[in-house]
């Protein structure tokens, strides 16, 4: 089904005729897509995981100078019952990988995952045998967001971008994996 | 009675509300991130930049120096020489290729150190999240800085 949008302008003396697009007194009617991805990109709850150093800058973006409630995601949740998104905050030991999963597995659909610096996106400096080289061998990532750590800028362009692709999200539409996508479903 | 809830209530509500009023004269403390951005510290390290001479010739001359101090390893230099049909630095050889792994890169700026010709410099654009893994090998074409005059060189 096309996606449709449809603006009704009423009470506006000066474009009197309905089904006009002009700007003023109108009311927008969205389709099912929009008005669901609106609901869910302007209150992305973050789950209150901290695995290291990057937490503390997570923390600093909850905090006034950055005010990540700007993007309505200042409730961090203490359970996975009620968080949206998994911010990976830090490196991901072999011996922590279970719980990364478990609690991610715990969290309601939809849910997104952004793996925030170096060592959560690919392991950074800790290429050894203790940690995890990327999070994504556990969980799905959205967004992976570079840095050592981000800071609090990086990590609020992340979930921006996060944002973004909520935002084109289709409900009806086939999605299409690559050859790797469909490795890890079958997975 | 009524002189206690006065003293007792009102009074410490108003003594709150006045720390409040004062507190909103205030500058404000928050950045409005997208709109507006704050202004980086001088010596803030992030995004690579491979620079140029100012005649547009390559600073690089592919020593792997910057390879060699990287902590994560994060930095593949291949490098080639130069011949006069076809020059891409003063030196005898150039970086044929240059990638940068930017997921495990720390901005550490160690490379930048290493570097005998200044070459690689970290630049202030922190906006690199991206959504696929392998968009963050970024590679030569991604980082030499663009030429100043179109068609020099």
Known sequence: MPKRIETVVLHDSATPKIGSIEKGGSILLASKDQLLNLAREYALWPLTFGLACCAIEMMSTVASRFDISRFGSEAFRATPRQADVMIVAGRVSKKMAPVVRQIYDQMPEPKWVISMGACASSGGVYNNYAIVQGVDQIVPVDVYVPGCPPSPDALLYGILKLREKIKSRRFNEVIELTPRELDQVTV | ?153
């Not at chain 2, 709109?35 to 690089?60: I, Q, S």
């Not at chain 2, 001359?61 to 291949?78: D, H, K, N």
């Not at chain 2, 290729?97 to 570097?115: D, K, L, S, T, V």
């Open chain 2, 1 to 153: 009675m009524i002189t206690e809830i006065v003293g007792d209530v009102i009074r410490p509500i108003l003594g709150g509300l006045s720390l409040t009023a004062r507190r909103l004269r205030r500058d404000k403390a928050t950045v409005m991130y997208p709109e507006e951005k704050r202004e980086l510290p001088p010596r803030t390290r992030w995004r690579h930049v491979l620079a140029r001479y100012e005649n547009g010739l390559e600073k690089c001359i592919g020593c792997s120096l910057c390879a060699g101090a990287c902590p994560a390893r994060c930095i593949y230099v291949e490098a080639a020489e130069n011949t006069d049909e076809e020059r891409y630095s003063p030196g005898e050889r150039y970086a044929k290729r240059y990638e940068i792994n930017m997921i495990r890169c720390i901005f550490c700026g160690f490379c930048q150190e290493a570097c005998p010709t200044g070459a690689i410099v970290l630049r202030k654009d922190f906006e690199l999240a991206n959504y696929h893994r392998d968009d963050f090998i970024y590679t030569k074409e991604m980082l030499l800085e663009p030429l100043a005059i179109a068609g020099e060189q």
